[in-house]
């Protein structure tokens, strides 16, 4: 018990080592917060430009830039796409490294999401969306107000499992010595040698963000489910 | 109609904006001629490695940033694309790196020596016999084999010592503490003997001081307890003399001066 304390003591207290843990919890928390925003928007463009597509026939560039970027996104692993980013991309720039992780992990995500949405749209029944045309809606107008309504509601489990995904996907930033969460066990784990208790932590801390997170989406799909009584 | 012309801009914007990163200009000379220098640039270290435990702990440096990469390559990389000012690296490895990368130099004034010794236990005679012997190994070259053997530009591993013949092992066993995990320092071939520059030395000490040397392998936080215990008689792991562990044990003679050097963009 004493050997546990002691461990305690050297990983956490010694040397204020926690603070490198919140600091690290802070740039994850930060990088996820953007990168979500960025692969919603991303997610959102593309997946409607996809089933506008397969809809109408239009679009035949975008669609096809589209499908090019979610097939070259979800067919490279995500720590791949960050070292292109900063060693490849940005070679010869000094970036923000934050920036970099955003774009990198923002990118990766909205590939995921452009298809999440567009099985939430195409999964509305035809008869709804020409429901909206024979009442004169245009097509924008029948997506906005019809068809996004409901897939929305729809994808939204399976969108917060892309965003659990998310958080949990940030810890390669350490490849580009970023210090998040997990670069911050690693350190306190260089000068401790204890091959345990850091990475418990960091575990620990992960499991209580999704746990939060879940909760938050939870509520969010209670809200909207108001609507069916 | 509008929809293909944006799509047309997008790209060419993509295209221009890749064109902009590719046509690489020429990045300017880090700004770091001595280890003062260091304060408020930005220098990457590996994780965990001497560079980072000491760089992070400068007192005389407040206000420098680290960046702790996970390999010396990865680090020695962003200092060439300019994401660095500086890198601090084993002696070895940074020459590897400068003679691969054009436009990097190794700074002069290393950033810290790490002197290795041998360590016994608080006022153990044998220390003394050890220090005359390792003055003998010095003078007469037999160091300087073993080193070599060691380390060198091929990074092969030459002969180890060979104990004569006729050497002398009439005042009996001495246990060695060691960790044979740090090559090449000490570690295990691959029919499980401990090898090693430290192994070599202490064989060549032993010899002119008459004892046959048996080596014990331990983990290298228990060497010291072990010397201080007396369940060794000396300790010897490529390990470094500090005022800390002075505090513990007494240190012989430096067999090999450590170096952690700087690498800038030149």
Request: charged residues 20%.
């Amino acid at each position: 018990m004493n050997g546990l304390i002691d461990e305690f003591y050297r990983n956490f207290i010694n040397e204020s080592r926690w603070k490198l843990l919140l600091s690290g919890l802070g740039v994850t928390l930060e990088i996820t917060a953007f990168a979500l925003l960025l692969g919603v928007v991303l997610g959102f463009f593309v997946a409607i430009v996809r089933s506008a597509h397969d809809k109408t026939g239009k679009l035949g560039i975008l669609n096809r830039l589209c499908t090019l970027y979610t097939t070259v996104i979800r067919g490279t692993p995500v720590v791949v796409q960050l070292m292109l980013i900063y060693y490849g991309v940005f070679a010869s720039v000094n970036i923000s490294k934050v920036l970099v992780a955003v774009l990198a992990f923002g990118l990766n995500s909205g590939a995921y999401v452009s298809e999440i949405v567009r099985s939430g749209i195409m999964a509305i029944d035809e008869g709804q969306f020409e429901a909206g045309r024979s009442l004169g809606f245009s097509y924008a107008q029948t997506m906005w107000y019809i068809v996004m309504p409901q897939a929305f509601k729809n994808v939204l489990p399976a969108l917060g499992n892309e965003f659990i995904t998310l958080l949990k996907e940030t810890s390669v930033s350490g490849y580009i010595a970023m210090e998040d969460l997990t670069k911050a066990g690693d350190i306190i784990r260089s000068r401790t040698f204890s091959p345990f208790m850091p990475l418990i932590a960091v575990a620990v801390i992960y499991l209580i963000m999704v746990g939060i997170f879940t909760r938050l989406l939870a509520l969010m799909e209670r809200r909207l489910r108001n609507s069916e009584r | 109609m509008k929809l293909k012309n944006m799509a047309a801009l997008l790209l060419s914007g993509v295209m221009a904006l890749s064109f902009a990163a590719c046509g690489s200009s020429k990045i300017a000379p880090s700004d770091v001629h001595s280890v003062e220098d260091l304060d408020g640039k930005t220098v990457g270290v590996q994780t965990g490695t001497t560079g980072d435990l000491y760089i992070s702990d400068d007192e005389t440096l407040p206000n420098v940033k680290v960046e702790r990469f996970s390999t010396g390559f990865e680090a020695v990389t962003a200092l060439k694309q300019g994401k660095l000012d500086a890198v601090v690296i084993d002696d070895q490895p940074a020459q590897a790196f400068i003679r691969e990368n054009e436009g990097l130099s190794i700074l002069e004034t290393e950033y810290v020596q790490e002197d290795y010794a041998i360590c016994f236990a608080k006022g153990n005679a044998i220390a003394a016999d050890v220090n005359a012997a390792l003055a003998e190994l010095k003078a007469d070259g037999t160091l300087d084999r073993i080193v070599a053997a060691y380390i060198n530009d091929e990074g092969k591993t030459g002969e180890s010592y060979v104990s004569p013949a006729d050497a002398d092992h009439s005042k009996g066993k001495l246990i060695m503490a060691t960790n044979a995990e740090f090559p090449p320092y000490e570690y295990k071939d691959d029919s499980g003997n401990i090898i090693g520059i430290d192994a070599d030395l202490s064989r060549a000490i032993g010899d002119k001081i008459g004892y046959e040397v048996t080596i014990e392998d331990m983990k290298f936080d228990a060497i010291i307890s072990a010397v201080t215990t007396g369940k060794a008689d000396f300790g010897m792991a490529g390990m470094t003399v500090t005022e800390e562990r002075k505090q513990s044990v007494d240190f012989s003679d430096s067999y090999y001066t450590g170096k952690q050097v700087i690498i800038v963009r030149s």
